[in-house]
């Protein structure tokens, strides 16, 4: 049957201004970082994909290697993007990264421009777009000079394969360095992609005022600490869950009973709130103003529609966040 989306999609969901910039994008993002590789079911993933964009959420995360197998995560949103999407492009934020190891030998992952520009390519390919709108350098890569990695980003906006530059994972000096080269080029960093979470706390110390103070926005990552704050680890660890799996980022090392008392505290709070505790940590990351949006990964359409469900409830009284910050400095 041939996809038509809502036409209500645009009525509930929040779009936040990206730093300065012109680009305006949705609270709720989606990440095809774990979920949609070749190993995954594409029907599932293509529902995921359709129902997001159905409930207003307009940017998709990838990267070059995201699967597994490396690629086969572009390949099938790709797929998708031909089979239903192809009309919406227009309204679409779609958003790749390099900088992680993708293909064998010397030239395969970092910051090299050699590197960025043939991953970029590549990329285009197998989602079998003309741009994207977003390009990241994936992490800061210590033995390429900085000068060449934005030198890159630079000549792949110009060269019409994205419309913005970002970094993502760059520390408040790095970031700093980075912004005032690309500023120098005439591109501007349009935003900084890190990991950020209740139990994951970096970018407060420097680096969220360094974006603030450039005008540059943020998209984080990991918002729920790899699944941690859920309700999923509560009674232990599930068979089949991120945790059980051995190359899993989550281990089970991390599910600590001071990490899972603190889970249950803050689950209180949620319900409290009428929400459920995921529900809570995504609103929790949202608070800050300087989070432009979060990106939230999904095994199934029911955690997007949860994710969505924030949208109402987005707002902390005083004596919550007072409650949760003594929950988690504990």
Not at 32 to 55: C, P, Q, S, T
Not at 295 to 307: F, L, N, T, W
């Amino acid at each position: 049957m041939k996809y038509s989306a809502n036409t209500e999609r645009y009525d509930k969901m929040k779009y936040n201004r990206c730093g300065n910039s012109g680009l305006l994008l949705p609270a709720i993002s989606l990440g095809l970082w774990h979920n949609f590789g070749g190993i995954d079911v594409y029907e599932n993933g293509r529902k995921m994909v359709l129902r997001a964009f159905d409930l207003g959420i307009t940017h998709f995360d990838l990267a070059n290697n995201y699967g597994p197998p490396y690629g086969s995560a572009e390949e099938t949103f790709g797929r998708i993007l031909k089979s239903d999407l192809k009309s919406y492009r227009d309204e679409m934020i779609i958003t790749s990264k390099a900088g992680y190891d993708m293909w064998p030998g010397p030239y395969g992952e970092w910051g090299s421009r050699k590197y960025l520009i043939a991953s970029c390519d590549q990329s285009l390919k197998r989602m079998g777009l003309e741009y994207v709108d977003i390009f990241y350098s994936h992490r800061p890569d210590p033995n390429t000079p900085l000068e060449e990695t934005m030198m890159a980003l630079d000549q792949i906006v110009r060269s019409g394969k994205a419309l913005y530059a970002g970094i993502s994972s760059y520390d408040p000096v790095q970031s700093q360095k980075a912004i005032d080269i690309l500023k120098e080029l005439g591109t501007p960093c349009l935003v900084h992609q890190p990991s950020y979470s209740m139990f994951n706390r970096w970018v407060e110390d420097g680096l969220l005022d360094v974006l603030e103070k450039n005008g540059v926005g943020s998209v984080v990552f990991s918002p729920l600490f790899q699944g941690l704050l859920t309700n999923k680890y509560l009674n232990g660890i599930p068979e089949g869950s991120r945790a059980s799996k051995a190359a899993s980022y989550l281990q089970s090392s991390d599910i600590t009973p001071e990490k899972i008392e603190k889970v249950k505290k803050l689950n209180e709070v949620a319900e409290a709130r009428g929400q459920k505790m995921a529900q809570l940590a995504l609103s929790w990351v949202l608070r800050d103003k300087r989070v432009t949006s979060v990106i939230i990964g999904a095994s199934k359409v029911a955690q997007i529609e949860d994710a969505v469900g924030i949208l109402g409830k987005m707002d902390f009284t005083p004596e919550e966040l007072q409650t949760i910050e003594g929950i988690l400095q504990n």
